[in-house]
Nanobody
Framework: QVQLVESGGGLVQAGGSLRLSCAAS????????MGWYRQAPGKQRELVAS???????NYADSVKGRFTISGDNAKNTVYLQMNSLKPEDTAVYYC??????????????WGQGTQVTVSS
């Protein structure tokens, strides 16, 4: 069984910073891509940032220049450095991974989510 464990969420004032971490564990053959999504109450879940195994990154327009996604292949971990936070960034942030296991093959899985709240 594969599990994604997220950490780093919390409450910060506008202009502050947070760093989210997501560690994948289990019988993993390889991780092809990982990403961060967020969902605010009453809104759809949206992609924030993603990164592939070769280091290619993608960002939502709303976070470009403020957020940075990075990964550590050896640790099966992805990070999201969030700077200059705005109240509009308030949401539950979810980690997603597209991975390969010997038993199940290729599939995608989600973390449990971590709350990020930015006060004004």
């Amino acid at each position: 069984q594969v599990q994604l464990v997220e950490s780093g969420g919390g409450l910060v004032q506008a202009g502050g910073s947070l760093r989210l971490s997501c560690a994948a564990s289990g019988n993993i053959f390889s991780i092809e891509a990982m990403g961060w999504y967020r969902q605010a109450p009453g809104k759809q879940r949206e992609l924030v940032a993603s990164i592939t195994r070769d280091g290619s990154t993608n960002y939502a327009d709303s976070v470009k220049g403020r957020f940075t996604i990075s990964g550590d292949n050896a640790k099966n971990t992805v990070y999201l450095q969030m700077n200059s936070l705005k109240p509009e960034d308030t949401a539950v942030y979810y980690c997603n991974a597209r991975l390969v296991t010997v038993v199940l093959g290729v599939f995608a899985t989600w973390g449990q989510g971590t709350q990020v709240t930015v006060s004004s």
